[in-house]
Nanobody
Framework: QVQLVESGGGLVQAGGSLRLSCAASGRTFSWYQMAWFRQAPGKEREFVARISWSGGSTFYADSVKGRFTISRDSAKNTRYLQMNTLKPEDTALYYC???????????????WGQGTQVTVSS
């Protein structure tokens, strides 16, 4: 089992920044992909970014490319999502996920955190 706990969400004005954290514990494996997804009310869960456990490979959704950066701190077993130049359309519940496949398909991820809310005001 892998446990994931997100933190760092909040309310920010458009153009501002937030950094989300995802702390992993339990049976973490070096081949896991770690990803961030988001879900706005009434919408499907949407891929945001992913990073290999080693941190050597990253991939972003076009909607966040150039604004968001995914990174890791191996010593802390924590992954981060630095979000800059936030827009009102970034408002959503943000989830951290872990799985063995490098994919943008949320159904392929085995483990999920509880989510952290990000609200961007205009």
């Amino acid at each position: 089992q892998v446990q994931l706990v997100e933190s760092g969400g909040g309310l920010v004005q458009a153009g501002g920044s937030l950094r989300l954290s995802c702390a992993a514990s339990g049976r973490t494996f070096s081949w896991y992909q770690m990803a961030w997804f988001r879900q706005a009310p009434g919408k499907e869960r949407e891929f945001v970014a992913r990073i290999s456990w080693s941190g050597g490979s990253t991939f972003y959704a076009d909607s966040v490319k150039g604004r968001f950066t995914i990174s890791r701190d191996s010593a802390k077993n924590t992954r981060y999502l630095q979000m800059n130049t936030l827009k009102p359309e970034d408002t959503a519940l943000y989830y951290c996920a872990a799985g063995v496949r490098a994919t943008t398909d949320y159904t392929a991820y085995d483990y999920w955190g509880q989510g952290t809310q990000v609200t961007v005001s205009s």
